[in-house]
């Protein structure tokens, strides 16, 4: 294998997942569970670790918003102690993941409108609430296109019908489309139990 594309496969898992510019990701911040840089002042993931916090931090994010319950299997029932003790900001906007209303997004996205240049976290169990949100904060607020703003979201899961139909309301109550032309919104089908 050639040295380029030997390093290439190297730092792949470390680049940002979208084209705004390539950007270098902390290795350590590449192992929470889905990961992803949107813009150098916001990210999304799954839940991390009481480490990965610290790791955080040290990445110099100053504010991290958790969009589930305090109750899932992983969730640190102190993680507002453990967030704040390291000196960023905490907040919580539970989501209903079988439930997610318009009012959620915009508690989420107010938050991020009172300081848009506050590097910012967005998290919740595996990163599929989260890439939601990021998806419409991005198109609505940031200009991001539809089309990448999706193609970013789908690196983590394509919307199942509940949280296509929440990405579509939220779009038309704010006069937007989410349609564009290589976007596929057919939720994937049920997985059998």
């Known amino acids: 294998m050639n040295k380029f594309l030997s390093s290439l496969l190297i730092l792949t898992p470390f680049l940002a997942c979208?084209?705004?510019?390539?950007?270098?990701?902390?290795?350590?911040?590449?192992?929470?569970?889905?990961?992803?840089?949107?813009?150098?002042?916001?990210?999304?993931?799954?839940?991390?670790?009481?480490?990965?916090f610290a790791t955080i931090a040290e990445n110099g994010f100053e504010r991290i918003v958790y969009i589930a319950f305090t109750n899932n299997q992983n969730a640190l029932a102190d993680a507002d102690l453990v967030i704040k003790g390291l000196g960023m900001e905490y907040m919580q906007v539970p989501v209903d993941f079988d439930n997610p209303l318009p009012a959620d997004f915009y508690a989420f996205a107010d938050s991020m409108q009172r300081n848009t240049d506050k590097k910012t976290l967005l998290h919740c169990q595996v990163n599929a609430r989260a890439t939601a949100f990021s998806?419409?904060?991005?198109?609505?607020?940031?200009?991001?296109?539809?089309?990448?703003?999706?193609?970013?979201?789908?690196?983590?899961?394509?919307?199942?019908?509940?949280?296509?139909?929440?990405?579509?309301?939220?779009?038309?109550?704010?006069?937007?489309?989410?349609?564009?032309?290589?976007?596929?919104?057919?939720?994937?089908?049920?997985?059998?139990?």
Not at 148 to 177: G, L
Request: hydrophobic share 35%; proline share 10%; aromatic share 12%.
């Open 135 to 193: 998806f419409l904060y991005r198109v609505l607020y940031e200009d991001v296109p539809v089309a990448e703003a999706k193609e970013d979201m789908n690196t983590v899961w394509q919307p199942n019908e509940v949280w296509r139909d929440f990405i579509f309301t939220v779009m038309a109550q704010n006069n937007a489309s989410a349609d564009c032309e290589d976007c596929d919104w057919t939720p994937p089908p049920p997985r059998s139990q």
């Open 18 to 52: 979208n084209s705004y510019a390539v950007e270098e990701v902390d290795p350590a911040l590449a192992e929470i569970v889905n990961f992803r840089q949107y813009s150098p002042t916001f990210a999304s993931s799954g839940q991390p670790s009481r480490e990965q």
